[in-house]
C-alpha cells in the first residue's frame, strides 16, 4: 500500500513538473513531445528545477536575499539526492536523476549560472560572454543529453555544449528589451562599440543600421554554433534524435523570423505559433517513430 501511495505522489510530481513547462516554456514544451513518455517527463523534471532556480532570480527582493535562497535551494538538491525531497519538483528531479545518471554537480552547476544574473550584467567581449552562456545554458544541454542517451561521450559532450551556447544566443537577441528593462545586457561591449551602437541606443529601443548589422553579427555567430551543435544528432539514442532536432529547428526559425522583421526586437517578440510548434512537432515524432521501427 504504501508503494503504491509513493507512485501515485510520483506520477503527481512529474505531473507538475509537466504544467510548470508547458507553461512557462512553449519552445522547450512542444520539442519534448517528441520525446518517449519515460524520457519526456525526466525531461520536465530537469526543465521545471531550472525554472525553480530562475524564479527566484527573477523574483522579488534584493541580490542578497536571493543568494540566500539560492543557498538554501543548493541544500535541497542535496537533501533530494540523499532521498529526502521536499517539494514534488526536487522528488521529480531526484527519480529522474538517479533513472538517467545525470549527476548533482550539473544541477549545482545550473544554481551557479542563476547566480551570475544577480548582478547588472555587462560583457566586455564574446569570451566572456561565452563562459556566461555555458553555465546558463551549456549545463542544461549536459543534463539533457544523458536523459536522451548518447555515444561517443566527449564529441557528444562538445557538440551539446555549443548547441547550449547556441540557444542562449538567440534567447539574448530575441530578449533585449526585457533584459535591458531589468538592467542587463548580454550584447559583447566592445562588438556594440565597434557598430557604433550605444547602450543608450539599446535602452531607447532604437532601430538603425548600425543596430541591424551588429544583431546580424550576433545572429551569424549563433548559427556557426548551431551548425557545431548539430553534430550532436547522429550520437544521442535515436528514440531521443527528434527532440533534439526540434529544439535546433525551433531556435534557428526563432532567428529566421527577427531577421524577417529587420532585427526590430523592441517593438514585438519574436516568437512561432502554435500551429507552427505543432507541424514541426508532428512531423519530428513521426519521424523518431519510423527511426525506432527501423532500428536506426
Same mark, same amino acid.
Request: aromatic share 10%.
Given at each position: 500500500?504504501?508503494?503504491?501511495?509513493?507512485?501515485?505522489?510520483?506520477?503527481?510530481?512529474?505531473?507538475?513538473?509537466?504544467?510548470?513547462?508547458?507553461?512557462?516554456? /512553449?519552445?522547450?514544451?512542444?520539442?519534448?513531445?517528441?520525446?518517449?513518455?519515460?524520457?519526456?517527463?525526466?525531461?520536465?523534471?530537469?526543465?521545471?528545477?531550472?525554472? @525553480?532556480?530562475?524564479?527566484?532570480?527573477?523574483?522579488?527582493?534584493?541580490?542578497?536575499?536571493?543568494?540566500?535562497?539560492?543557498?538554501?535551494?543548493?541544500?535541497?538538491?542535496?537533501?533530494?539526492?540523499?532521498?529526502?525531497? +521536499?517539494?514534488?519538483?526536487?522528488?521529480?528531479?531526484? +527519480?529522474?536523476?538517479? %533513472?538517467?545518471?545525470?549527476?548533482?554537480?550539473?544541477?549545482? =552547476?545550473?544554481?551557479?549560472?542563476?547566480?551570475? =544574473?544577480?548582478?547588472?550584467?555587462?560583457?566586455?567581449?564574446?569570451?566572456?560572454?561565452?563562459?556566461?552562456?555555458?553555465?546558463?545554458?551549456?549545463?542544461?544541454?549536459?543534463?539533457?543529453?544523458?536523459?536522451?542517451?548518447? /555515444?561517443?561521450?566527449?564529441?557528444?559532450?562538445?557538440? *551539446?555544449?555549443?548547441?547550449?551556447?547556441?540557444?542562449?544566443?538567440?534567447?539574448?537577441?530575441? +530578449?533585449?528589451?526585457?533584459?535591458?528593462?531589468?538592467?542587463?545586457?548580454?550584447?559583447?561591449?566592445?562588438?556594440? *562599440?565597434?557598430?557604433?551602437?550605444?547602450? =543608450?541606443? @539599446?535602452?531607447?529601443?532604437?532601430?538603425?543600421?548600425?543596430?541591424?548589422?551588429?544583431? %546580424?553579427?550576433?545572429?551569424?555567430?549563433?548559427?556557426?554554433?548551431?551548425?557545431?551543435?548539430?553534430?550532436?544528432?547522429?550520437?544521442?539514442?535515436?528514440?531521443?534524435?527528434?527532440?533534439?532536432?526540434?529544439?535546433?529547428? @525551433?531556435?534557428?526559425?526563432?532567428?529566421?523570423?527577427?531577421?524577417?522583421?529587420?532585427? +526590430?526586437?523592441?517593438?514585438?517578440?519574436?516568437?512561432?505559433?502554435?500551429?507552427?510548434?505543432?507541424?514541426?512537432?508532428?512531423?519530428?515524432?513521426?519521424?523518431?517513430?519510423?527511426?525506432?521501427?527501423?532500428?536506426?
Amino acid at each position: 500500500m504504501t508503494l503504491r501511495r509513493d507512485k501515485n505522489a510520483l506520477d503527481a510530481a512529474y505531473a507538475e513538473c509537466q504544467a510548470i513547462t508547458k507553461r512557462e516554456a /512553449r519552445n522547450f514544451y512542444y520539442a519534448f513531445l517528441a520525446l518517449p513518455p519515460r524520457r519526456r517527463r525526466a525531461v520536465y523534471a530537469a526543465y521545471a528545477f531550472s525554472r @525553480l532556480a530562475d524564479d527566484i532570480a527573477d523574483g522579488a527582493g534584493g541580490a542578497e536575499e536571493k543568494r540566500a535562497e539560492l543557498a538554501s535551494l543548493r541544500l535541497r538538491l542535496s537533501d533530494a539526492y540523499a532521498g529526502r525531497p +521536499d517539494c514534488p519538483v526536487l522528488a521529480a528531479l531526484a +527519480d529522474a536523476a538517479s %533513472a538517467y545518471g545525470a549527476p548533482e554537480s550539473l544541477f549545482q =552547476d545550473v544554481i551557479g549560472g542563476v547566480e551570475m =544574473d544577480l548582478a547588472p550584467r555587462r560583457f566586455e567581449d564574446f569570451g566572456a560572454l561565452k563562459r556566461y552562456c555555458y553555465h546558463v545554458a551549456s549545463v542544461v544541454g549536459l543534463i539533457s543529453i544523458r536523459i536522451f542517451g548518447y /555515444r561517443d561521450e566527449p564529441p557528444a559532450e562538445e557538440a *551539446a555544449v555549443d548547441f547550449g551556447i547556441a540557444m542562449q544566443l538567440t534567447n539574448i537577441l530575441r +530578449d533585449l528589451r526585457e533584459d535591458a528593462e531589468r538592467g542587463r545586457l548580454y550584447l559583447p561591449l566592445d562588438e556594440m *562599440a565597434r557598430h557604433g551602437y550605444s547602450e =543608450d541606443d @539599446l535602452r531607447r529601443g532604437t532601430v538603425n543600421e548600425e543596430f541591424r548589422a551588429l544583431m %546580424a553579427a550576433q545572429a551569424a555567430r549563433a548559427r556557426r554554433y548551431f551548425a557545431s551543435g548539430a553534430r550532436l544528432l547522429p550520437l544521442v539514442e535515436a528514440e531521443s534524435r527528434g527532440c533534439a532536432e526540434g529544439l535546433l529547428r @525551433l531556435y534557428s526559425r526563432l532567428l529566421d523570423r527577427m531577421e524577417s522583421r529587420g532585427w +526590430d526586437v523592441f517593438s514585438r517578440r519574436a516568437s512561432l505559433s502554435t500551429a507552427e510548434k505543432l507541424a514541426l512537432t508532428c512531423k519530428l515524432w513521426t519521424n523518431a517513430k519510423l527511426r525506432r521501427a527501423l532500428g536506426r
